[in-house]
């Protein structure tokens, strides 16, 4: 699959999954984006400092240079200074091997499983791929300790990868910890007969949130999902900004990237909302929870009532309101 191989077990005890294939695809293309991304933001950083020292502003000019510099090939010259993956649940670690083999200016990928025939065969999977055993380690352990091992002060995360089977929510308070400040967070969720509102006492202990079975169930999905992740991340003073946000097949993808501003994090609630669902029609509102002075806005009767039908509304939320890419 891809530059990475594996090697096949008669029972595959390891489990591979042949309908992710485009999941890994998207979020090679994806991490690829914010690699270079990240090393232009370096580098402009790095520029601000030299005209500071110099004591002249950073001009258009100067920003101008740096748009034209190729940065993939400065990624590709620059794996030293390079991202730092973590795929927290990694199996036959074939997602990191591609990761490493695929994406220029990798500096280290950790391939993490808590069973051990798993991380087995993500070392003989890595030694099968001649991958460079310095930039590509299989540890076993419990994601979520690995993660609160490294957050804060100890952060060494710019990418970090869940994908689990069935919910993320678990991992994502030790997930929106151990990135690195304007890290790229990576999640799918499987669990989409939770998140489509067939089981929404399921989907409320989980994420938080009640879904509404309506032609709009995959977008909701994903705004729930958001919700989760944008909720978790402001209790440590953090927000999250969406890169891009996928609904395919059976399960949520969504690319975030987290960052330490703690005005946005006390400005959570205007990025919130519920969903006003008519009971005898398609028509749905979105109904913000605050204004931009962060206070309760009024959900009067007239709201509560269909205005096509005049019949109730049910609510579902809260939801992400913010735009999803």
């Not at 984006?33 to 601000?48: S, V």
């Not at 220029?104 to 070392?123: F, L, Q, R, T, Y």
């Not at 930039?135 to 869940?162: P, T």
């Amino acid at each position: 699959e891809g530059l990475g191989s594996i090697i096949f077990s008669e029972n595959n005890e390891v489990f591979y999954n042949k309908v992710q294939v485009f999941n890994r695809d998207i979020s090679i293309h994806v991490i690829k984006y914010f690699a270079e991304l990240r090393m232009k933001e370096q580098e402009i950083e790095k520029m601000k400092k030299k005209r500071k020292s110099e004591k002249v502003p950073f001009s258009a000019e100067d920003m101008e240079t740096l748009n034209q510099c190729d940065w993939k090939k400065k990624c590709e010259e620059n794996s030293q200074n390079g991202i730092v993956i973590l795929d927290a649940l990694a199996a036959t670690a074939l997602r990191s091997i591609r990761y490493l083999k695929e994406i220029p200016g990798v500096k280290k990928v950790i391939a993490n499983d808590m069973d051990h025939s798993a991380v087995e065969a993500a070392v003989k999977n890595i030694e099968f791929n001649n991958c460079d055993k310095s930039k590509i380690e299989a540890v076993q352990g419990d994601a979520i300790d690995l993660m609160y091992m490294y957050r804060g002060k100890n952060a060494i995360f710019d990418v970090v990868d869940l994908d689990p089977y069935g919910t993320a929510s678990l991992f994502v308070d030790a997930a929106v910890q151990t990135i690195k400040n304007g890290g790229l967070l990576c999640v799918t969720c499987t669990d989409m007969q939770v998140l489509s509102g067939m089981k929404a006492d399921t989907c409320y202990q989980y994420y938080g949130s009640l879904p509404i079975r309506g032609k709009y169930v995959h977008e909701m999905s994903l705004r729930i999902l958001m919700n989760l992740l944008d909720t978790s991340a402001s209790k440590y003073k953090r927000s999250v900004k969406p890169v891009l946000c996928l609904s395919i097949d059976f399960y949520v993808r969504v690319f975030v990237r987290v960052f330490d501003v703690p005005k946005e994090a006390v400005n959570i609630c205007q990025r919130r909302g519920y969903v006003l669902q008519s009971t005898k029609c398609p028509s749905f509102f979105i109904h913000p929870l605050a204004n931009s002075k962060n206070k309760a806005i009024e959900l009067n009767g007239e709201i509560l009532k269909c205005p096509q039908t005049g019949s109730s509304m049910k609510i579902g939320g809260p939801i992400w309101t913010d735009p999803i890419y």
